[in-house]
């Protein structure tokens, strides 16, 4: 086969190594052979024949490529760079060039003159490759390349297409539309274009077209490269080259730099600006950096900033230079940089020159500050203290500045802060949060240089300085506050101990007049009972009104010193505004009656039924203030008018307005009224008795509420004290049963166990509505759990199954870990249980201690209040009743009972009382003989004082309920313990209900009642 005429230098040899086709245009003439005569090259004259014969051996096999050197004719020896490429004919193409040619980097000559090396060089190039007829510029062939490229799904899919159409837009295609003129055999004509693919997918491309000829065909070779990364970083660099030009352009410093002969390469417009004036129309690139006139020590000082930054050393210099206007000069710092070439060759030198005239006058104006500070003042950095001020040598006591240098300022801190608590956090936190913050400030104690200690706060704030961050510390000693709060401090230890002397006082007091107070008014009490003369009668209502009197005397005094304490707090709970009105003006009606005097009540349209209140605080302020318009008047009436007044966000202010027609008060002695043990004046007390403390207890209750009480009077016509509370309405009657389980402070909680989420909101809400508080259990487990921890259960809500357990085995684990329990449930049911065997007395209802109410779904509210009113009616309890009827409480509620107390006549009075409601009991002195007793005998109920000799009630309740050999009888405080928190106190301990001294007969008998009654 002939070679073709080509600038590509190509052997095609077969599997013998045997030459089939070649073309050596350019460098025939260069070598001594002729492939027609001699077409084996392993006999061509190569300087070394083993190097070609290994290149030979591998290049049939794979692709490789090579450089092996051959002789000419004229004796010089040529590299000669080869390229294999084996063909699946068996045939291998060989490419080659000398090392100095460019040509082998296109193939055209190799397209027209075989197309089996046509098609495999095709499937070889890296490169997309079409070939076009250029007559009508569509595609006649396409390699792989070309099929990825533009994400084509089959190569032939690319065939018959436009090319044209492959360019993004018309304005490529319109340019190639020119370009075709230039087209030629001879060279390659290359463009960048933005090409897309088949699915519209953008990419830039380098192009090379090439026309190919021959007697039969004429094709257009097009030759295609990505480059879409390439020009996405010259994009890249043209914008950051212009982010850069813009910065040196619009920045305040002077930017210039010069080559190694000091002459300008580029500036910026501020430079060209300030310096066009000394250099005049001759400043441009090239020209020499230094103008006429500068002094020749100038341009040595200047050249040796240069040629320390030529020889590779960055660095910056503080100066002056002249500023904008004329004559001026301002402080700069220049910054010299060496500028390198690609290889690092250092070329020149750049210099930035920033005008630090404010910083120089800030870091003066700083200097006289830190000089002349009355504050100590410290700077320092890793290598500790660098400069301090006058105040921090005097503060440290030192007098020698030097003495400071070179140490940290924690080398001067104890361990202590002021308080006299150990510092937690190390040095390095300290700085770390001041770096992180931007400041921070603590306090330390810290030691002069005598050793002497003395309080310190430090404000540490870092700085930058000199292009280094060091922080500053200013000290502010406060010895003097340290000693004022130390005495603050003492004098609150001080007042603190005298309010807890004053209280355990109080406590002692109350505890040690009750007790006599309580055999008095039992006494009385048993008294009545008998018969008597109407002498007798009329001297046991003398003791008793004044047992009472004592009474009320004592209470005021303990309710004023827990208001003043902040121990006394609210219990709101729905309360009847009405029936509350008409209940204080009913107790003072026999009264006013027997003065002659008209007493009423009037309630306002406005009023609600129902408010949330404490109603025991509430009864006892509008007692108060009817007590003193009974006592103070003499004719006329009395009148206690409720109004209710809308308040922002659903609340209430409700006015009671207690109106006589008594002596009046002057305006002058108004401002007296709310004052402790105060009276108008000594006639007023000799003449109508009182301590002083009723009113003033009742405006600090009536702010507690968040009200007031307002008095307006006039001498000899009359008063009107105006309570105001804040409260809030409630659409539910809460049973009168549950009124008074309230009032007694008893069963206060309401547990709630019902799976359905909606269901056990509204049950939660309609019992916290009747005054309760809510527990929730989820399961069994949690409701034993609850039971065993709670004393003051008064009610369980639930479901029949829970998810661990179902209600009756519920019911007989609390009644086996508590025999004594008494607990009222109501059950919700389905429907379909309504003729079901727990409906019957051995399904559920046998079961001692429980009283059961069953309710069905869906449920309804007025259904479930009318079961409240069953579950808890009113256990009325009257003061004056005959034998007969006391001894129908011990025949209906039998019980075997123990009476824990250490005073005699108190336990005398309790024996009496126990023996009219028709009990015996056994008695013991304190808690030791207690629980003496109860190893031998099981009781049902303790009366427990509190304070006894050896072993006291509270120990000798928690001793009982941890002993498993003991039944575990009902406990019930009978104590003259009545300060606040005495109850909780008691139920904390294991008792079950509180009664304080002096008793009565019916707090006994409700005792009773409420926690036997089931």
């Not at 257009?220 to 080259?241: C, F, G, N, R, Y």
């Not at 341009?299 to 020889?311: M, Q, T």
């Not at 005008?355 to 003066?364: P, Y």
């Not at 500053?472 to 230890?493: G, I, M, N, P, Q």
């Amino acid at each position: 086969m002939i070679g073709v005429q080509s600038d590509f230098n190509y052997l095609l040899l077969d599997e013998s190594g045997t030459g089939v086709n070649w073309n050596f245009t350019g460098i025939m003439d260069e070598l001594s052979f002729n492939l027609e005569t001699d077409p084996s090259p392993a006999e061509w004259n190569w300087t070394d024949p083993e190097r070609w014969s290994s290149f030979w051996k591998e290049a049939s096999a794979s692709e490789r490529t090579e450089t092996i050197q051959y002789t000419k004719r004229n004796g010089d020896v040529i590299r000669l760079r080869l390229r294999s490429i084996p063909s699946r004919n068996r045939h291998t193409l060989i490419l080659f060039s000398a090392e100095s040619s460019t040509s082998g980097s296109d193939i055209p000559g190799l397209f027209l003159a075989d197309p089996e090396l046509r098609a495999m060089l095709f499937q070889k190039s890296a490169n997309a490759i079409l070939l076009l007829d250029p007559e009508r510029d569509t595609v006649v062939e396409n390699n792989a390349t070309a099929v990825r490229y533009f994400e084509s799904e089959t190569p032939e899919a690319l065939r018959n297409r436009s090319f044209p159409s492959l360019f993004s837009d018309s304005s490529f295609a319109e340019a190639y539309s020119s370009l075709k003129t230039t087209f030629t055999e001879t060279e390659n004509v290359s463009r960048e274009a933005e090409l897309q693919t088949l699915r519209g997918k953008k990419f830039w491309a380098n192009i090379s077209f090439r026309i190919l000829s021959s007697s039969r065909n004429r094709l257009l070779l097009v030759q295609i490269k990505d480059v879409t990364e390439k020009i996405q970083a010259e994009k890249s660099l043209a914008a950051h080259e212009a982010n850069l030009n813009a910065i040196i352009e619009n920045s305040e410093a002077l930017i210039w730099s010069v080559d190694k002969d000091y002459k300008l390469i580029i500036y910026n417009s501020r430079f060209e600006s300030m310096m066009r004036k000394y250099y005049g129309p001759t400043l441009e690139p090239g020209r020499y950096v230094f103008p006429e006139g500068v002094s020749a020590e100038n341009i040595r000082n200047w050249k040796s900033f240069y040629d320390r930054a030529l020889s590779g050393d960055r660095f910056s210099v503080n100066g002056t230079r002249p500023g904008e206007k004329e004559g001026e000069t301002v402080f700069s710092e220049t910054s010299f940089y060496p500028i390198a070439d690609p290889k690092g060759k250092i070329t020149g030198v750049s210099a930035v020159s920033v005008d630090i005239t404010e910083k120089k006058l800030a870091e003066e104006k700083f200097r006289i500050l830190f000089e002349h500070s009355s504050e100590p003042h410290v700077l320092y950095d890793e290598n500790g203290i660098f400069e301090c001020n006058p105040a921090a040598l005097n503060m440290l006591r030192c007098r020698d500045k030097n003495l400071l240098l070179g140490k940290h300022p924690a080398s001067f801190s104890s361990e202590l802060k002021p308080d006299g608590s150990a510092v937690q956090e190390s040095v390095q936190e300290t700085e770390e949060r001041a770096l992180k913050k931007g400041s921070y400030t603590f306090e330390r104690m810290y030691k002069r240089m005598n050793g002497e200690l003395f309080p310190t706060e430090v404000a540490l704030t870092p700085m930058t300085l000199r292009r280094r961050t060091v922080f500053l510390a200013v000290w502010h000693e406060f010895t003097e506050r340290k000693e004022y709060e130390d005495s603050l401090k003492r004098a609150k230890e001080i007042a603190e101990a005298a309010s807890k002397a004053k209280s355990d006082f109080l406590a002692m007091m109350s505890h040690e007049i009750r007790t006599p107070l309580n055999g008095v008014i039992g006494t009385v009490s048993l008294l009545e009972g008998t018969s008597l003369s109407l002498e007798q009668k009329e001297y046991v209502d003398i003791i008793k009104s004044s047992g009472q009197n004592l009474l009320i005397l004592l209470n005021d005094i303990l309710d004023l010193s827990r208001i003043e304490s902040g121990q006394l707090k609210l219990e709101p709970q729905p309360v009847s505004a009405a029936s509350l009105s008409e209940d204080v003006v009913g107790l003072f009606r026999s009264m006013a009656e027997e003065k002659g005097l008209k007493i009423e009540s009037k309630l306002s349209s406005t009023v609600p039924n129902w408010i949330v209140a404490d109603p025991f605080r509430l009864r006892q302020i509008l007692m108060n203030l009817l007590g003193n318009s009974v006592k103070f008047t003499e004719k006329g009436r009395i009148s206690l008018n409720v109004e209710a007044e809308k308040f922002p966000n659903d609340k209430l202010r409700l006015i009671f307005r207690v109106q006589d027609t008594g002596i009046g008060i002057p305006e002058e002695k108004l401002e007296l009224l709310f004052k402790a043990f105060n009276q108008l004046d000594s006639s007023t007390t000799r003449k109508y008795g009182g301590s002083g403390l009723g009113l003033t207890i009742s405006k600090k209750l009536a702010e507690l509420m968040k009200g007031e009480i307002i008095v307006k009077s006039q001498v000899g016509r009359g008063s009107e004290f105006s309570l105001s509370i804040l409260t809030e309405k409630l659409d539910y009657k809460v049973p009168a049963g549950i009124q008074e389980l309230h009032s007694k402070n008893l069963a206060r909680i309401a547990l709630v166990s019902i799976r359905d989420v909606s269901l056990r909101e509204q049950i939660k809400k309609f019992c916290e509505r009747s005054g309760f508080s809510v527990r929730i259990a989820r399961s069994g487990g949690d409701v034993i759990r609850i039971v065993s921890e709670e004393e003051r259960i008064g009610i369980f809500l639930t479901d029949l199954d829970l998810p661990d357990k179902t209600l009756p085995e519920i019911l007989d684990e609390l009644k086996n870990s508590n025999p004594n329990l008494r607990l009222t449930v109501i059950l919700f049911m389905e429907n379909e249980f309504r003729n079901s065997y727990y409906m019957t007395t051995e399904g559920l209802f046998n079961r001692p201690g429980f009283k059961i109410f069953m309710m069905f779904k869906p449920i309804l509210l007025d259904e479930l209040a009318k079961n409240f009113d069953k579950a808890f009616p009113v256990q009325t309890v009257r003061e004056n009743r005959s034998g007969n009827e006391t001894q129908k409480l011990s025949e209906r509620i039998p019980l075997k009972i123990l009476l824990v107390e250490d005073n005699v006549i108190n336990q005398k009075i309790a024996l009496r009382l126990l023996s009219k409601l028709g009990y015996s009991a056994e008695t013991a002195l304190n808690g030791v003989e207690a629980l003496s007793h109860l190893e031998k005998t099981e009781y049902d109920l303790i009366f427990m004082d509190i304070q006894m000799p050896e072993m006291d009630g509270f120990e000798t309740t928690q001793r009982i309920r941890k002993n498993d050999r003991i039944r575990k009888p009902v406990i019930v405080a009978m104590t003259a313990n009545a300060m606040e928190g005495d109850r909780e106190r008691c139920i904390e301990a294991g008792m079950d209900a509180y009664i304080s001294k002096p008793v009565q007969i019916t707090d006994i008998e409700s005792a009773i009642v409420h926690l036997f009654s089931s």
